[in-house]
């Protein structure tokens, strides 16, 4: 009862990178409501799943094992999770946003007439004045997350209803390991109790899973450019610089819609989440969508002609100048001392 829940993506024999990040946050959101952080992983095969899941803080696993649970399909996962929450009453559920968490989690809220905030950037406990019902309200997750268009930065409370659910990118919350031996609770659940046997009805006869061109997300150096770059031809520069820096190339959103690199390099509140030791912006004025993905990073350095973008006001140093002008003799620079 009133605890907060973290569901686990599982592919395979791994647990995904955000729901792993999660179970960070969850165990810090658990200990300053001083409520338990409970975790639900549904799939086949899942002996040794507590093992992966434990050092995170995990007081109680609730396991669902069942072959029609894997690969994930939409019912019977929105099942699992809307007749346990009524067993269980969270106070808080955390998941994803991913493809899966963006098509469970809106499944499960409407079931149960809770709240969802989509694509957060950060999570807190805080109080909230209802000044018109008199009301003070303790304990509330703030779900905060940019909202019209990246112009504001909006924290959402759901004061009535429960669970109080977020969804949040990968890369956005740290993951971090809370203690190697910590032991919880395992539940193995009757799978039967919670999915009707008419859940089952799509099956998922055969799918092919691509893995990603790039490693934006593990690289420990990021040459990002934006529109400043000016051309696809421009972005050809960051190639280079990245190829002597051993770096992964990102974009700004700006720079993707103008067609100068692909998507699935995007930075920021609708691409990647990005935390390298090194960020080097080139030609990005910094609206905070993009910031909302990389002010994680160690060291930020923004190579800009405008000495007033935004991004410098995060930047740990500055280079004033063109592209055009900087990027050629960086990347001459360093094909001299990086033989």
């Known amino acids: ?14 647990v995904a990178e955000v729901s792993l ?3 960070t946050k969850g165990r810090k959101l658990a200990r300053q409501l001083g409520c338990k952080l409970e975790a639900v992983a549904a799939g086949h095969n899942l002996d040794g799943i507590e093992a992966l899941v434990m050092p995170y803080g995990v007081d109680t696993l609730h396991v669902f094992d069942a072959e029609g649970l894997a690969p994930y399909t939409s019912l019977p996962h929105a099942s699992i999770l809307i007749n346990l929450f009524k067993e269980e009453k969270p106070q808080i559920c955390l998941m994803g946003a991913t493809v899966i968490g963006r098509d469970l989690g809106p499944r499960v809220s409407s079931a149960l007439t809770s709240g969802l905030t989509a694509d957060c950037t950060a999570l807190e406990i805080g109080s909230h004045e209802d000044k018109k019902a008199g009301k003070t309200y303790e304990n509330l997750l703030y779900q905060i997350r940019p909202a019209f268009g990246g112009n504001i930065v909006a924290t959402i ?3 009535e209803h429960r669970p109080q659910m977020a969804t949040v990118r990968e890369g956005v919350m740290k993951k971090e ?6 032991k919880g609770q ?16 799509i099956k998922v ?22 529109y400043g770059m000016g051309s696809k031809e421009g972005f050809d520069m960051l190639y280079e610089l990245a190829h002597e820096l051993h770096a992964e190339v990102g974009a700004s959103r700006a720079a993707v819609d103008a067609g100068f690199a692909e998507h699935d390099r995007q930075i920021g509140q609708t691409g990647v989440t990005v935390r390298p030791k090194l960020y080097i912006a080139c030609g990005i004025s910094g609206q905070i969508q993009h910031i909302a993905g990389m002010q994680e990073s160690g060291i930020i350095i923004s190579i800009n002609n405008d000495e007033n973008a935004p991004i410098n006001t995060i930047a740990d140093y500055v280079i004033n100048g063109t592209v055009e002008d900087v990027l050629p003799k960086m990347i001459t620079y360093y094909k001299k001392n990086t033989k």
């Open 205 to 226: 006869i055969d799918r092919h899973v691509e893995k990603a061109k790039h490693n934006l997300k593990g690289a420990s150096i990021v040459i990002a450019g934006g």
């Open 21 to 23: 990040e999660l179970l």
């Open 1 to 14: 009862m009133d605890n907060v829940f973290v569901y686990l993506e599982i592919e395979g024999n791994t």
């Open 186 to 201: 395992v539940i193995r659940h009757d799978v039967a109790k919670y999915v009707p046997e008419t859940d089952y009805v």
């Open 157 to 159: 409370v759901n004061p």
């Open 177 to 182: 390991v809370f203690d190697p031996a910590y």
